[in-house]
C-alpha cells in the first residue's frame, strides 16, 4: 500500500522535477528520497520499499548510456589534450592511462544518470507513473 505522506506534490498536482531528479542521481526513489531505487548496479526494484510507489513503469532503455557516455567524452577530451600537450606521455600510457579512466567516470555516472532520468519520468508523469497505463 502506497503512503502518500511522501509525495513532493499531492497525485492531482504537478510533482517537482528538480528534487526527483536530485533523489534518481542519488539513487533513491524519486517520490519520497528515502528508499533504494536499484536492487543491484542497474536493476530497478519493482517498487520503493519505503514508500510503495511503483518504479517498474520506467523506459529509461538507451538514454543513460547514450548521456554518460556523451558527458564522459566531454570531460576525457580536454583532459586528454591538456596531459598530452603539457606532458608528452608514451602513446600506450596516453590509451591505456584513459582508456581506465573513461571506464571508471563512465561507471560512476551511469547508475545515477538512469536514476535521475527515471526520477524524471516520474516528475513528468510518463510511462505509467501518473496511475494512467500506456497500453504496456
Given at each position: 500500500m502506497r503512503d502518500s505522506s511522501y509525495d513532493i506534490m499531492s497525485d492531482e498536482g504537478e510533482r517537482e522535477v528538480r528534487p526527483a531528479l536530485k533523489?534518481?542521481?542519488?539513487?533513491k526513489c524519486p517520490n519520497c528520497?528515502?528508499?533504494?531505487?536499484f536492487e543491484g548496479y542497474l536493476t530497478v526494484r519493482r517498487d520503493c520499499p519505503v514508500c510503495g510507489q511503483e518504479l517498474h513503469h520506467h523506459r529509461?532503455?538507451?538514454?543513460p548510456a547514450?548521456?554518460?557516455m556523451l558527458i564522459a567524452g566531454h570531460i576525457m577530451a580536454p583532459l586528454m589534450l591538456f596531459v598530452f600537450e603539457t606532458f608528452r606521455p608514451e602513446a600506450w600510457v596516453m590509451a591505456v592511462g584513459?582508456?581506465?579512466l573513461f571506464t571508471l567516470v563512465s561507471?560512476?555516472?551511469l547508475p545515477r544518470i538512469k536514476g535521475a532520468f527515471i526520477g524524471f519520468q516520474w516528475a513528468k508523469r510518463m510511462h505509467g507513473f501518473g496511475g494512467e497505463q500506456d497500453g504496456v
Open positions: 533523489h534518481g542521481w542519488k539513487q528520497g528515502h528508499g533504494p531505487l529509461a532503455d538507451d538514454g547514450w548521456a554518460t584513459f582508456s581506465l561507471l560512476w555516472l
